[in-house]
């Protein structure tokens, strides 16, 4: 097995998880599967019965709850405007940026290689389809798609 996973990582019962993944300081939720190649950092939580498919990202700021379902290769951010370094040269430390949470509500879906940029909230249900830009909140059982992410209909 070729697993990174830090002893500050706190697993839920019956979590399965692939090789090639690096998880450190987050939470996963009983009965979750992590896919190959994700690397899930510090402050995430995942929630019980979801699915993190393989090369995801989910870094430090984002929430996932029960029941969500993450595509293959999406990617989430948490800094609106990101630099490696200061106005004076120097590489930035956690001190010179502020983490924006994100949140993807119970049930949701995300398609594969869809982007998420930081503080959106994806609604209890939505579905945002497959290599979609999220920009905006997305209302709970809606389907969006595009780039930016645009309602396509809602969900009866």
Not at 25 to 35: A, E, L, S
Not at 86 to 105: C, H, I, R
Not at 125 to 136: H, L, R
């Amino acid at each position: 097995m070729n697993r990174k996973i830090a002893s500050n990582v706190i697993l839920g019962e019956n979590v399965s998880l692939q090789d090639f993944i690096n998880l450190y300081g987050c939470r996963i939720g009983d009965n979750t599967k992590i896919g190959p190649f994700v690397e899930i950092q510090k402050n995430v939580t995942v929630g019980r019965n979801c699915k993190i498919q393989s090369h995801s990202f989910l870094c430090e700021g984002v929430s996932i709850e029960d029941e969500a379902f993450i595509g293959h290769g999406v990617m989430f951010i948490n800094d609106r405007f990101p630099r490696s370094a200061t106005e004076s040269g120097a590489l930035q430390t956690e001190a010179d940026w502020k983490v924006v949470p994100t949140v993807v509500k119970r049930g949701a879906s995300i398609g594969s290689n869809a982007t998420i940029l930081c503080g959106v909230t994806v609604g209890e249900g939505a579905i945002v389809g497959a290599g979609s830009v999220v920009t905006k909140d997305v209302p709970p059982r809606t389907i969006v798609a595009g780039n930016p992410a645009r309602i396509i209909r809602k969900i009866k």
